[in-house]
């Protein structure tokens, strides 16, 4: 499957997803109005900030875009030793939100963002870490097809700098939401940073996502299962063309009594650990359901998953592989 058409990113970023229009200015636009606390929305709660950060080449400069657009005030590239500074800067604008990109371009700062994330947290300013992945092969691709070069070059062969950029961003990446955009498209990517941003009020999210496994397993999956042992209607003929959208294809599986069963064992897993993932504060869970071709099985399963789940629990759902056809 595609990963869709590329381009570059920021100066020294490298590629990205391709977006087109205009972007917010590089490094940090400060406002002139400084105050002395953290912004805060209206009746006192803290401001939500949402930090975009990620391996270089995965689409960051894509999801910063599609935050500006959702009505974020959005900052590229600013240096996390400015980040408190800047959030008191911010103070006197209660109507905004704020985006900022964080990438490896501030290496030697980034000792500094894990505690001053921590310490902002514990002071009750919301921050929303996500993290954007992609497979080293198709980064590699990315890089290549664009020419450029990766921020980390001076270190050795386009492979060992990306996997010296995972090294330098593992520590950040276990507290972030995570997003593998190995397959996604342009379209794809902005309507899931949509998603997240709003949902991030909620306690647990869950996000049930289908697909195919010949085009491999989603990077972000916390849960994978695997449902091609189950009927399959793409050799029923007339539900070939179909999805697992279709009520006749809903039908189809409803009448397998494998299929129920195993639909009523992962709902009630999900449910058993639920719990304990809330306890553990995680914000988000994703569930990767895989068929052979991602359309028929796995589109089903989540959807009912979903709807299971989405009374007393905020469920999310992405189809990788049908939300990416034309």
């Known amino acids: 499957m595609s990963t869709g058409p590329i381009e570059s990113g920021p100066s020294g970023a490298g590629p990205s997803l391709s977006e087109g229009g205009e972007r917010s200015g590089e490094g940090a636009i400060l406002s002139s109005d400084a105050g ?8 006192g709660q803290a401001a939500r900030v949402v930090l975009v950060t990620g391996i270089s080449g995965s689409g960051k400069s894509v999801a910063l875009h599609a935050l500006e657009d959702a009505g974020f005030f959005c900052v ?11 959030l008191q800067l911010e103070t006197q604008r209660r109507d905004r939100r704020i985006a ?21 947290q514990g002071e009750g300013i919301g921050v929303q870490a996500i993290f954007l992945d992609a497979t080293t092969g198709a980064l590699v691709r990315r890089f290549s097809e664009t020419r450029r070069a990766h921020p980390l070059a001076d270190r050795g062969a386009l492979v060992e700098a990306i996997e010296l950029e995972r ?16 397959q996604l498209r342009p379209t794809q990517l902005r309507a899931w940073m949509r998603e997240l941003v ?13 697909f195919a496994y010949k085009h491999g397993v989603p990077l972000d999956a916390d849960y994978v299962f695997d449902i091609r042992v189950l009927p399959n209607p793409h050799y029923v003929r007339e539900l070939r063309l179909l999805t697992g959208r279709d009520l006749a294809v809903g039908a189809y599986l409803e009448a397998q009594p494998e299929v ?5 064992q992962i709902e009630a897993f999900l449910r058993r650990w639920l719990p304990a993932f809330e306890a553990d504060q995680r914000s988000y869970l ?10 028929h099985r796995s589109v089903w399963f989540a959807e009912r998953l979903a709807r299971a789940f989405g009374i007393g629990t905020q469920a999310l759902v992405r189809h990788r592989e049908l939300d990416a056809a034309p």
Request: aromatic share 2%.
């Open 36 to 43: 002395s606390a953290v912004p805060r929305e209206a009746g």
């Open 76 to 86: 590229d590239n600013l240096p996390p030793e400015l980040l408190r500074d800047f």
């Open 100 to 120: 900022i990109a964080v990438d490896v371009r501030s290496a030697g700062s980034l000792p500094h963002l894990l505690p001053l994330l921590a310490q902002l």
């Open 167 to 182: 090294q330098l961003l593992a520590d950040l990446r276990e507290l972030s939401t995570v997003i593998d955009t190995s």
């Open 198 to 210: 709003g949902a991030a009020d909620s306690r647990l999210t869950l996000v049930f996502e289908s």
């Open 260 to 264: 129920l069963d195993m639909l009523t």
């Open 286 to 295: 994703t569930v990767a359901i895989g068929c052979t071709g991602g359309q």
